[in-house]
């Protein structure tokens, strides 16, 4: 969620009507005191087998726990983990299973975002690295369950267990409410994929459908002695060229699910993104086959009857991919009550997936124990915290109270009239508060093809990150929304400089700094970055992102974030709240011993001049979201 934290989307705030607890207005969301669950007098069930050695470098799980909690942490065989026990804990668990690793070789533990509201009321969570950083959902629900029986032995048995996650976690998550209805209450799943086939044909489709639009046959799929040269050579030009790369954009709506709010700003989001993996699957000869029809929602049935008649199948090496695929699929046949959330735009687990979610439930008769939301985004996984809590609090209601949430009704398949969303904030872009720069990028005089790009703005000494989107780049295309300082704290506005960022492997560039003369668009703009300058003149920041709270624990949702050290200004922002993005992003200036704001030195806060309890080391270091809560 790092990543999403930085694009701060620039929306107009409409308040929500809502409940005091954030449920829809209408809704009762008071949760009883904890009883004991149906669980608790059972018999502990039998301990899951142990990973015994990691697949990857396992990070250092040690953190800092937040004020009212203490940490807890460790290795438990191939993986390491995180507990976080509030002081007074009201024998409520949350076991939490973070997204895909991408293959990056070193594994980490994630906290959820909810998790100051969890400690806040009471509540442990607990969450694993897992052993590796592939596609793993069956081995991320075996091992979080393993993390549980750990738990138990060292804490005692919970009163009541929920056990949540998003992307790859929302799908281990799907898993664990069928395979560990002995040790779990309930289940919330965040934008989380259904079975092997529907999961990684997402990736894989795009992939056929771009091989459609370049017209590459299934003789030329036989022919080919190496698929990677084949996609890179006949395929991925359709991604390069700006109208077939639309049409491609409409054909993977129509694929999944049709006309939608947010559904092509977020498919295109995530074209990269699903080319990646979808190479990865058909190199690897892993990708599932395709066993049904396409469906193309929205467009003529003709379209969709040519694409079956065209439509290219790569090779598949069946015993292979068995094995890859094994434990990921799901029967619906939940052991517990699942409530589970999905964005309308979500381009790499598409609202699809909810609808195979619906429909696999439904044919196992158990949709009794199944709610589906559904939140007007066009975001993978964009949900806000508040949100997240919200449906947190619908699913205690719902396990210890025997009331049912309300959901979102998927039995009509019209995605433009959804009957209720559950998005405390729309996402209708605001104006006036951005400035666009549009023109060419190059790394090293070659045009850039980047999966994200963003910005910071240059000003008084200070760098301000001010993306108002982190879109991708193709061919060098750049089209960039950046915040004015209007919008946002530190950000452009005339006789600022603005320095585009993007990344190259896993090293982060910047490009030569842009003129901010007026506030109006910077059209046609040169953007070069020079991995031997890869600074371009930005200095040193420290890097800290997170939300706010008043000290009786409210959010704050407005205000205006300076960071310090000693009286030096270090580094400055605005809290916002608005659509999917909520808190503040804040760049520290980090200097020299002998510059104003030195390398070590403690950092402290600012929300609107008022101080806040947290401090940090101006150190540049991996840390987790750093929330703010004001001095009482």
């Known amino acids: ?26 809704s ?45 942490w460790g290795r438990l065989g191939g993986t390491v983990y995180r507990i976080e026990m509030p ?29 100051r509201y969890l400690v806040d009321h009471g509540i442990a969570w607990a969450a694993s690295s897992f052993s590796s950083t592939s596609t793993i959902p ?52 965040l934008c989380g994929a259904v079975g092997a086939e529907s999961a990684l044909r ?60 947010g559904a092509a700003e977020g498919v295109e989001q995530e074209l990269e993104t699903n080319w ?26 003709a379209v969709a009857a040519d694409l079956d008649a065209r439509a290219v199948q790569f090779p598949v090496d069946d015993a292979v991919a068995t094995e890859f695929a094994r434990g990921m699929d799901q029967r619906g046949d939940l052991a517990l009550p699942l409530l589970s959330l999905h964005t309308t735009g979500d381009g790499q687990v598409p609202i699809d997936q909810a609808l195979a979610l619906h429909d696999l439930v439904q044919a196992a008769g158990r949709e009794d124990r199944l709610v589906s939301r559904l939140v007007e985004d066009p975001g993978h996984c964009g949900f806000t915290t508040a949100e997240q809590e919200q449906s947190f609090v619908a699913l205690q209601r719902w396990v210890e109270q025997g009331r049912r949430p309300a959901g979102t009704d998927l039995s009509d398949r019209d995605l433009t009239a959804l009957d209720r969303t559950f998005g405390l904030q729309p996402r209708t872009a605001s104006a006036g508060e951005t400035i666009d720069v549009t023109g060419t990028a190059t790394v090293d005089g070659e045009a850039l093809d980047a999966d994200f790009v963003g910005a910071v703005v240059l000003d008084g000494g200070l760098v301000t990150p001010c993306q108002a989107a982190i879109p991708s780049v193709h061919d060098g295309a750049v089209d960039l929304p950046v915040l004015t300082s209007t919008a946002s704290s530190g950000c452009a506005r005339a006789g600022s400089r603005i320095a585009l960022w993007t990344y190259v492997g896993e090293d982060q560039l910047y490009a030569t700094p842009l003129d901010v003369r007026t506030l109006g668009d910077l059209e046609d703009v040169a953007i070069e970055f ?27 949702t407005a205000g205006r974030v300076e960071a310090r050290v000693g009286t030096e200004i270090c580094g400055r922002s605005s809290i916002r709240s608005e659509g999917s993005f909520e808190g503040y992003i804040v760049s520290i200036l980090r200097t ?18 008022d101080p806040v309890e947290q401090t940090i080391a101006n150190t540049d270091q991996g840390r987790d979201a750093v929330d703010l809560t004001l001095a009482g």
Not at 98 to 104: M, N, P, S, T, V
Not at 284 to 295: F, K, L, Q, S, V
Not at 596 to 605: H, N
């Open 1 to 26: 969620m790092i990543l999403r934290a930085l694009v701060a989307v620039v929306l107009v705030v409409v308040p929500a009507c809502t409940a005091d607890d954030g449920e829809p207005s209408g």
């Open 28 to 72: 009762d969301t008071t949760v009883a005191a904890p009883v004991s669950s149906p669980l608790r007098d059972r018999p502990l069930p039998p301990p899951v087998a142990i990973t015994p050695e990691p697949g990857a470098t396992l990070a250092d799980p040690a953190f800092e726990a937040l004020p009212g909690a203490t940490a807890h």
């Open 87 to 115: 002081e007074d804990w009201n024998g409520t668990l949350v076991m939490w299973m973070h997204g895909f690793g991408e293959l990056r070789p070193e594994a980490r533990v994630d906290a959820p975002d909810i998790r």
């Open 138 to 189: 069956s081995l991320a629900a075996d091992e979080t369950a393993a993390l549980w029986d750990h738990v138990v032995d060292r804490f005692g048995r919970p009163d009541w267990t929920y056990v949540s996650g998003f992307s790859m976690g929302g799908w281990a998550t799907h898993i664990s409410a069928e395979r560990y209805g002995d040790r779990y209450d309930g289940a919330l799943a």
């Open 202 to 261: 997402v990736s894989v489709d795009q992939l056929v459908l771009a091989a459609h639009l370049a017209g590459v046959t299934q003789a030329e799929v036989d022919a080919a002695a190496d698929m990677r040269v084949l996609l890179d050579t006949r395929v991925r030009p359709v991604l390069d060229d700006p109208a077939t790369r639309e049409r491609l954009v409409q054909l993977v709506v129509a694929l999944t699910g049709g006309p939608r709010f």
């Open 276 to 301: 990646e993996r979808g190479r990865l699957l058909v190199s690897a000869h892993i990708a599932p086959r395709r066993t049904r029809p396409y469906e193309l929602v929205g467009l003529d049935p």
């Open 530 to 556: 020079d991995t031997a300058d890869p600074r371009a003149g930005v200095p040193a920041t420290t890097g800290v992102h997170g939300e706010v709270y008043d000290a009786t624990g409210e959010r704050v």
């Open 592 to 609: 020299s011993a002998d510059g104003p704001c030195p390398e070590g030195a403690t950092v402290t806060f600012t929300v609107d001049g």
